[in-house]
């Protein structure tokens, strides 16, 4: 399993921590969980992260995004703070801007197991093209399955319009 857990308060470290270091490359064991204190209400928890950093495979030049997080959790949640660090060791991490978002995701479920997830990178462009990859899951024999194939075959019907990016 991919992250820290344990107790009613998690194995949570870095909140509050003085003293963290950020990897300096790519980390998913630094990820930290603590306990839904609502699982049986199904509800959204969004993250915004505008400073997403990683590097091309190829040229290993920079890459920028604001990378959007929502899940609906089940027993387990994940830690911002932990979160944040996670996502900065993709800073001199190498690969294409659909692999992070499908790695991203999927270090996700295996640390949360929630019952639904979506990750959608919008990439700042290079070359005078931006990537925008979404990929979501919604746990296998639930309500949520149904629901991430619905948002997946409607997702960004109606994109928004790029206009300085």
Not at 24 to 40: G, Q, V
Not at 54 to 77: N, W
Request: charged share 25%; net charge negative.
């Amino acid at each position: 399993m991919t992250g820290r857990q344990d107790n009613e308060r998690g194995s949570i470290t870095l909140l509050g921590n003085q003293h963290t270091g950020y990897p300096t490359d790519y980390a998913p064991d630094i990820l930290e969980t603590f306990p839904n204190k609502h699982p049986d209400r199904d509800y959204f928890v969004k993250f915004n992260c505008p400073e997403f950093t990683s590097l091309c495979p190829i040229t290993g030049q920079p890459d920028f995004a604001t990378i959007y997080i929502s899940y609906v959790p089940s027993e387990r949640m994940v830690e911002s703070k932990s979160l944040k660090l996670y996502l900065f060791s993709f800073r001199n991490h190498g690969d294409f801007h659909e692999d992070c978002v499908n790695i991203i995701m999927n270090d996700l479920i295996r640390l949360m197991d929630p019952k639904y997830i979506e990750v959608w990178g919008k990439f700042l462009p290079r070359g005078g093209i931006s990537i925008d990859p979404y990929c979501n899951y919604g746990k296998k024999g639930t309500r949520w399955e149904e629901v991430a194939w619905d948002r997946l075959a409607h997702h960004d019907l109606y994109p928004e319009a790029v206009n300085n990016r």
